[in-house]
């Protein structure tokens, strides 16, 4: 099956710590993102990567970083300079084919709610 | 990225059809409009796409006006699991030289009860 996963579910933290989050896809897409979500609101773009060895800031990138040694995987560290890691985190990939016009869409795993405290 | 506009909330009744309207009134002519929805701490779900054209899928269908300042997302028989916050989405395609992020709002969260 052909997917995106990210591990954990739940994950608890205590403050000053930092934590990675997996997130992996079989799906052969060039492009991956992380986003976070907070109660009741929509998603924020925290990084991308259109392509291995590359990424780019998002929205809210601050506290945050990302590596993307391999096409398949691209885990987002929260670090200890975040000030309100406490969020639901959602991983996504496309096909990234800026010469389709169907390539747009975004496959999403099953998010991690991480909780520091 | 053109802006959206959703209701906060919908109801409907099981098995009846769910249409979730969307007015995207500074949408530019080479924008498509998205569908996505999002179950309760799930990751978002592609639902559909249009440019200009109705379409439909196993999903669902997309009405879009002539004047394209405005469209529909038409579920024909909600069920239960149908349940979930539904995120229009405007936006350029990356062939086009749009953005690689989506802007989710807050949607609408639709409510299917038994």
């Known amino acids: 099956d052909g997917g995106i996963t990210q591990s954990p579910k739940y994950l608890f933290r205590k403050e000053g710590q930092n934590v990675t989050l997996s997130c992996e896809q079989n799906l052969n897409h060039d492009a991956m993102y992380w986003y976070r979500q907070d109660p009741g609101q929509g998603l924020r773009l925290i990084y991308y990567?259109?392509?291995?060895?590359?990424?780019q800031k998002g929205d809210i990138a601050e506290g945050y970083s990302v590596s993307r040694e391999k096409k398949e995987s691209f885990p987002l560290t929260v670090t200890s300079a975040q000030k309100n890691p406490t969020a639901f985190y959602l991983c996504a990939s496309s096909m990234g084919d800026r010469a389709s016009p169907n390539s747009y869409e975004q496959y999403f795993g099953p998010g991690t709610r991480l909780t520091v405290t | 990225d053109a802006k959206t506009t959703q209701p906060t909330s919908m109801d409907c009744a099981e098995g009846r059809a769910a249409n979730l309207p969307c007015n995207h009134s500074t949408i530019s002519g080479n924008e498509y409009v998205y569908w996505y929805r999002q179950i309760h701490s799930q990751g978002p779900q592609y639902i559909i796409h249009g440019l200009k054209n109705n379409e439909t899928n196993e999903m669902a269908s997309l009405i879009i006006t002539e004047d394209r300042k405005s469209s529909t997302l038409i579920l024909p028989h909600a069920t239960l699991r149908d349940t979930a916050v539904y995120y229009c989405i405007v936006r350029l395609s990356l062939w086009q030289g749009g953005s690689e992020k989506l802007v989710f709002g807050k949607g609408t969260k639709l409510t299917v009860n038994p």
């Open positions: 990567s259109q392509i291995v060895n590359d990424f």
